[in-house]
């Protein structure tokens, strides 16, 4: 039963820090996206890659958010520095083909809390 | 500009009572995808079903129905015979095919369903 996996499942840290999630989509998907949900803002997508190369990250804090595919089996997001309006849930989504039409397959979320 | 609405915040049932969950969107493609996921008390979203915007015959799967009319731009979801497993929040969601087929979902607000035995 091939799943998104993501690592870690909680966070929980202090304003300013460094934080990295991780992401292994299904073997075999080209496509991942990086999502963030919240009480206030809902689902957001905040970036969006194919075949590894990054197409859309629009929805991203540029100053603190990065995100990557080093290779096809990890994808990353890190925050640098956190701040208390970053806690979320952050959902990384997986699939296969290039169009609209594609399902996705979600991950089941790194849960972070800012302090 | 492309949207997603879903106007109940929270509906509760009594189990084996049918529910509709409402989902209006806008958009000004021609070319649209529609979805419903589920994500239940453990936090994973649940892919459900898709739509695209030329076939809008309604599809029945078990208990679960839609009804797809693109003259109100409505995507509505239909339970029947609910039970307490189906408690969950459930996301409609849009994807344009215009924006460089990227597929990235827009999503609705959510409606949290309580089925209470």
């Known amino acids: 039963d091939a799943r998104v996996t993501q690592t870690p499942r909680h966070k929980v840290t202090e304003m300013g820090q460094e934080v990295t999630m991780r992401c292994q989509p299904i073997?075999?998907?080209?496509?991942v996206f990086w999502y963030r949900q919240t009480m206030m803002q809902g689902l957001e997508l905040l970036a969006y890659f194919r075949n590894r190369a990054p197409l859309d990250d629009s929805g991203m804090p540029k100053d603190r958010f990065s995100a990557e595919m080093p290779d096809a089996t990890l994808a990353t997001l890190k925050i640098q520095p956190s701040e208390p309006r970053d806690s979320a849930v952050y959902f990384c989504a997986s699939g296969l083909g290039t169009s609209s039409y594609n399902e996705q397959f979600f991950g089941p979320g790194t849960r972070l809390t800012v302090l | 500009a492309q949207k997603v609405t879903q106007a109940q915040t929270e509906i509760s049932v009594v189990e084996k009572e049918d529910v509709t969950l409402d989902c209006v969107y806008e958009t000004r493609d021609t070319t649209y995808y529609l979805f419903w996921y589920k994500q239940p008390p453990s936090g994973e979203l649940v892919f459900l079903i898709r739509?695209?915007?030329?076939?809008?015959q309604n599809e029945i799967s078990g208990r679960y129905s839609w009804n797809f009319q693109k003259s109100t731009s409505s995507f509505n979801f239909t339970i029947t015979a609910s039970q307490v497993v189906d408690s969950a929040v459930y996301f409609c969601?849009?994807?344009?095919?215009?924006?460089?087929?990227?597929?990235?979902?827009?999503f609705g607000q959510g409606t949290t369903l309580q089925v209470k035995p």
């Open positions: 073997l075999g998907h080209n496509t």
């Open positions: 739509r695209n915007s030329f076939d809008e």
């Open positions: 969601a849009l994807s344009e095919a215009s924006r460089g087929n990227t597929g990235k979902l827009i």
